[in-house]
């Protein structure tokens, strides 16, 4: 997980350990070098006098610039900011995390960098690290959302709460609606499923076979039915039996075809879902950010969930989604099993990120 922005990380502040370290041993011989001309002028002497007592001298030296190393602060200016945004800007962007994130991040780092002062003992990287650290936070709480605490609040006031699940092909809409059921079921809540992709081949016996291994009614019509209608009866299915949650499937469709966006806005005036969530694979880096974007504009979210987040190198998807989108991620898919789900934790990603950096 996350791989290979974990390795560019690591890189980028072994860099900058590197560079800190030429830096000061530059500035020790610089000052080394300084001191004894200021002695030698003050006393007014001739500099071959001064090179006999180097000796004895320097030892004194090397102890007052060990001293000055710890106790002295120097500023951050612009011009080291600049330096260390170059190269992280580039990380950022080759990892995945969208153009207008990376420029919030870029701008945030260097408001909280520019004249800050360090002391020459604190590593400037532990500093930049810890700094971007709290930004990526920052900007992964912008849409916070709590699922657990919004069905138990939203089940008081009515019954069944009809959750759907959109998204392009094959991005694990099917096997996240499974892995909610079960969750949800693991919590004590009952569940119906709604086979509503009525499109692909095999869609709805996929759907039935979760179902039956996970112990949940599925309601289905025929293949080619109107996904708004097997929708609508696995409400009356869930009223008639006093089950809390519908969690409806959805055919898998491109963000670009608009009759297919029109008849899921058909399902929505229809089966008015409490929830609309955007399911897509953090694989697909900015084409996951983008189409999120464009299902929101088009028929609205509430939120995301973001599968594969095992088998993506980058990260850059999930650091995304939310603040491009204005809407939370709820969930991550871990894996193929039905408890590879993680509720969604800036903390948690940020640790999986930054962990052993
Ligand atoms: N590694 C990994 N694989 C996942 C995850 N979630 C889903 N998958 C796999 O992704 C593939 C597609 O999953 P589906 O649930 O069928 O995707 P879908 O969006 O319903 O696909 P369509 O119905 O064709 O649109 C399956 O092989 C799943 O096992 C995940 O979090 N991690
Ligand atoms: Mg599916």
């Known amino acids: 997980m996350f791989k290979f922005l974990k ?5 980028f502040k072994k860099k900058l350990d590197r560079k800190a370290e030429e830096e000061v041993k530059a500035e020790v011989k610089e000052k080394d070098v300084k001191v004894e001309v200021k002695e030698d002028t003050s006393k007014g002497k001739p500099s071959v006098e001064v090179d006999k007592k180097e000796k004895p001298k ?7 610039i060990k001293t000055l190393i710890v106790e002295r602060e120097v500023l951050i200016d612009e011009k080291k900011v600049e330096e260390i945004l170059e190269d992280l800007e580039i990380i950022l962007l080759e990892s995945d995390v969208a153009f207008e994130v990376v420029e919030e991040i ?11 002062k360090k002391k020459i003992g604190e590593k400037l990287s532990d500093i930049v690290i810890n700094e971007l650290k709290l930004i990526i936070q920052e900007i992964l709480d912008v849409n916070r959302f709590d699922f657990d605490e919004f069905v138990e609040r939203r089940l008081k006031e009515k019954r069944p709460l009809n959750i759907i699940f959109v998204g392009v092909n094959g991005t694990g809409k099917t096997t996240t609606i499974a892995k909610i059921a079960k969750r949800l079921m693991d919590y004590g809540y009952s569940v119906v499923l ?3 992709d009525t499109f692909r081949a095999g869609a709805i016996e996929q759907l039935e076979e979760h179902g039956q291994r996970l112990g949940v009614k599925v309601i ?6 109107d ?3 097997v929708i609508y009866d696995a409400i009356k299915h869930a009223e008639s039996k006093g089950i809390d949650v519908v969690l409806a499937d959805t055919a898998g469709r491109m963000h670009t075809k608009k009759n297919l966006i029109d008849q899921l806005s058909k399902i929505k005036r229809v089966t008015k879902p409490d929830l609309t969530i955007f ?36 990260g850059g998807t999930a650091i995304s989604i939310s603040y491009v989108t204005g809407r939370p991620v709820l969930f991550l898919g871990t894996g193929q099993g039905y408890d590879d789900l993680v509720k969604f934790d800036s903390k948690w990603l940020i640790e999986r990120i930054f962990g052993d950096i």
């Open 220 to 225: 289905k019509h025929k293949p080619g039915a």
């Open 279 to 314: 399911v897509d694979e953090s694989i697909a880096g900015n084409d996951a950010v983008e189409r999120a974007r464009m299902f929101n504009e088009a028929v609205g979210i509430d939120g995301s969930i973001l599968t594969k987040i095992d088998a993506d190198p980058k």
């Open 106 to 116: 870029s701008a945030k780092l260097k408001e909280r960098l520019v004249g800050r």
């Open 7 to 11: 390795e560019k990380l690591s890189a």
């Open 58 to 64: 320097k030892v004194g030296l090397v102890s007052k």
């Open 227 to 229: 996904p708004a209608a």
């Open 194 to 196: 709604a086979a509503g």
